[in-house]
């Protein structure tokens, strides 16, 4: 989530703007969400990883789960294939 709101530079309309995610954002990511005042979450999914969800919903974050099988399902994948990245990406 970062590196897309760092690519798309120096907008005017941050306020105007959803961001799509496979996962629910982690804090980091969440902080850079609300820094940036982007009123609207969709996220793939949160049972694989469950991210700063209540911030979104302190700062009156829209935040839609779809709650998707097959976002959880290239998760599961992604994490057999490469738990290393998966890892190093989450914290762990």
């Not at 935040?63 to 914290?91: H, T, V, Y």
Request: charged content about 30%; overall charge negative.
């Amino acid at each position: 989530e970062v590196d897309c709101i760092r690519n798309a530079g120096r907008r005017r309309d941050w306020h105007e703007l959803i961001l799509v995610s496979t996962l629910s954002p982690c804090v980091m990511c969440t902080g850079t969400s609300l820094l940036f005042r982007i009123p609207k979450v969709i996220i793939g999914e949160n049972q694989t990883f469950k991210g700063a969800e209540d911030l979104f919903a302190q700062k009156g974050v829209e935040l839609i789960n779809l709650d998707s099988d097959i976002c959880k399902q290239l998760m599961k994948d992604f994490i057999a294939d490469r738990p290393d990245l998966w890892n190093e990406d989450i914290g762990l």
